[in-house]
């Protein structure tokens, strides 16, 4: 008997470069559950401006499945290890939110923030100054990668505070 789709975990798969969204189709119509966060870029071709979604996490989509024998599942050894939940629920809020977001260094766990306001309230992840605008930085732990967003500072406070308006700043800007 198979558990229901919300209860299974999120495995990181790895994907050749630029199949991401090919990968995802065929998960998808074999009834498996497939989350491929994209943000959209401006690229300039010489006549024009052209806006393309692309892979948040270039080279990884996630998915839900019940049986850990898939190929290429990102783990330790040969043995597959779930993305933690948040993770993917501030990844997901992210996508949703439809800020302007784009792929980020791996940052190690340094100032933690909460957002209490705004469209990312309740996501967790590091706030950082760069260049006059906030972001705040969720990472993937398993794939040592991160996503930027631009937020307003003012939402953030320091996790596990309840003060409002308080502004870290995190290494790296």
């Not at 189709?25 to 071709?45: I, M, N, Q, T």
């Not at 990884?60 to 330790?76: A, I, K, M, N």
């Not at 706030?127 to 794939?143: A, I, Y």
């Amino acid at each position: 008997m198979s558990l229901p789709d919300a209860l299974l975990p999120w495995f990181a798969l790895e994907i050749r470069a630029r199949h991401e969204r090919f990968v995802a189709s065929a998960l998808h119509s074999k009834g498996f559950e497939v989350f491929l966060p994209l943000y959209v870029s401006k690229r300039r071709w010489s006549d024009r401006i052209k806006e393309i979604e692309l892979p948040l996490l270039p080279g990884y989509l996630f998915s839900r499945f019940d049986t850990p024998g898939v190929r290429q599942v990102v783990g330790t050894g040969k043995t597959p290890v779930p993305v933690d939940e948040s993770e993917i629920a501030a990844l997901q809020s992210i996508v949703v939110s439809r800020l302007q977001a784009r792929p980020w260094p791996f940052l190690q766990v340094g100032q933690r923030v909460r957002i209490e306001q705004g469209p990312l309230s309740g996501v967790e992840g590091i706030l950082l100054d760069s260049q006059k605008r906030e972001r705040l930085v969720v990472s993937v732990t398993l794939l040592q990668r991160s996503v930027a967003v631009e937020i307003d500072g003012d939402w953030a406070v320091p996790a596990g505070t309840a003060l409002r308006g308080l502004q870290f700043r995190g290494a790296g800007t």
